[in-house]
Every structure is written in C-alpha cells, then in structure tokens.
C-alpha cells in the first residue's frame, strides 16, 4: 500500500509541474499496434527431432485491437533457443490481417542449421508504425515490445516450436537390440534380444520362457509412453504354471526415438498364484 501511494503521489507531482507552456516540448503520441500470433490446430505443434524436414507449421499473424491504428507493416522474424543475437526473418511486409504464415523443417533448417532435440524456435513479429519507428520482437537488450503486453486477456506475442523425439515407427528400427536392463534376469545386459514390429504403435520381444509367445508393448507417439496388457509370455515349469505380464505406471515407461532406446515395467505373475513383482527391462538399438 506505502508503494501504491508513494507512486500516485509522483505522478501527482508530474502533472503539477508541468505548465501550459511546456505542451509543445511534449513528444507526439503514436499508437503501436499490437501484434497476436497463434498457432493453427490443424498444423503440427512440435519438430519431430528424428525427422526435423517433415516439420510444417501454421500459425496466424493478427491484430490484437482491431479498432485501433494499423501498422505500416510487420516482419516476421524468428530465435533459436532464446538467443535475440540467432534472429532470422521468416517473412517481410506482412500488411494484411490476419495472414496465415507457414514454416517448415526445411525453412528452419535453412535459416538457422541443423535442428537437434531439445532446440526451441520462438517466433513474433517485428512492429514498423506508420511514421517507420520499429519495435523489435526480440531486441539485443531488454523485453520485446516493453513489460506486461502479454497480460492482457487472450493475448499472444510469439508461438514456441519445440523439438522433440516423437516416435515414429518408420524412423524407429526394430531387429537386434541390446539389453541395458532386466531385472527379471533372463537376459543380462550386453545381450541381443531381436525386437519385431507388429503395426505403427505395437513392437514385441520374448523372453526366455518355455514355449515363448510375444509380449507386445503399446507405444502412444503422442507421448512416448510405452504399456502393456496382461498377456501371457510362456512357461518355466512346475511348479509355476504359465506365467503373464502386465505394464505398471512408471517412469520407465518411455521409447527414446533419437536413442533408440525403449523401456517398460511390468508385473510377473503365474496362473499358479505365483507374484514374480515388478521388474524393468530396457533395450537400445545395437
């Protein structure tokens, strides 16, 4: 509260201080539009990491006040990894709007080099008003455009492209693949267990049971998980039974596409009530 009336008090002050004859030596005003830029829906949303080409995004270029004065122009320019000294235009004299504005893979690439998991292209616009000042979307120093434009409600001054490893069964070979991890100890690391792919988000292995069948793991690409429903893997004799699988929640529930990598936690358990517990096997791509 001490803070609020400190600063009405100063600005109280300002406006007393100022006599009729100092108007002229007041800048003029110019409205600065606001700039609203947004992704489509029916575009990809993420750079697939493994395949960084196929990427192609749409997102809109717009006016966040309608009614207010209108740019000469916006340029529509892009960061890589937060970096305002990496800045690109993607394209000049957008005048129109709302413009659509696509990117693709090959554009970033272009622009800013090869395109590893993990980089973040941010793009905005740069503001030219009509008397030609400039406003820079990601300026050398400071924030674009100033503090607190975003607050408004509904307001949005740049997208974000991220890339990711999305898993993609064309881009993830199954075949032979080296045990990192069994806890169930049929295999040990070091040895190769031949993955199969069964559709675009089913692959299987087998573990060394009597009368093998194929544990087959469900992989969502929407978020690189992997599960399992309970199925049975086969035998080991009396006095067991026959013994299933079943997935677990847990963090080792992943396919790391750009590593090759896969891993799930599953329940053992017999047909003779037997509980074998929960045990992780993992494999990378030999």
């Known amino acids: 509260m001490k803070k609020i009336t400190a600063y009405s008090l100063l600005i109280l002050l300002t406006f007393m ?37 196929s990427f192609n995004g749409k997102f809109t270029v717009d006016l966040y006040f309608h009614e207010g004065g209108l740019p000469q122009k916006f340029d529509v320019v892009a960061i890589k990894n937060g970096d305002p ?7 000049e004299n957008v005048t129109t709007f709302p413009s659509t504005i696509t990117i693709t893979g090959d554009k970033l690439i272009s622009l800013f080099g090869s395109i590893q998991a993990g980089d973040n292209f941010d793009i905005s616009v740069d503001i030219t008003t009509l008397s030609g000042k400039k ?5 050398p120093v400071g924030i674009g455009y100033g503090p607190n434009v975003n607050i408004q409600p509904g307001e949005s001054t740049f997208v974000r492209y991220s890339a990711i490893c999305v898993y993609n069964a064309t881009l ?11 806890d169930w100890a049929d295999y040990h690391p070091g040895d190769v267990v031949t993955l199969t792919q ?50 677990v929640s847990s963090p080792d529930n992943v396919v790391a596409p750009c590593a090759q990598e896969i891993g799930i936690r599953l329940h053992h358990t017999s047909s003779n ?14």
């Not at 309970?230 to 067991?240: E, M, S, W």
């Not at 009530?273 to 030999?286: A, L, M, P, Q, V």
Request: charge should be negative; proline fraction near 9%.
């Open 85 to 91: 000294s990496t800045v690109k235009v993607i394209q």
């Open 198 to 247: 069964i559709d675009a988000t089913h692959i299987s292995f087998e573990y060394l049971a009597n009368n093998p069948l194929p544990i087959i793991i469900t992989i969502d690409p929407a978020t690189n998980s992997t599960s399992a429903t309970k199925q049975q893997y086969g035998d080991y004799g009396p006095p067991f039974g026959d013994w299933f699988v079943q997935s």
């Open 17 to 53: 201080g100022c006599r009729k004859d100092d108007n002229s030596k007041l800048p003029e005003l110019e409205k600065v539009p606001l700039p609203l830029v947004v992704k489509l829906a029916n575009a990809d949303q993420l750079i697939s990491a493994a395949n960084p080409s």
């Open 172 to 182: 993830f070979p199954t075949g032979q693949y080296t045990v990192l991890q069994d």
């Open 273 to 286: 009530n037997f509980d074998g517990g929960e045990n992780t096997i993992r494999f990378k791509k030999k």
């Open 135 to 139: 406003y820079l979307a990601f300026p």
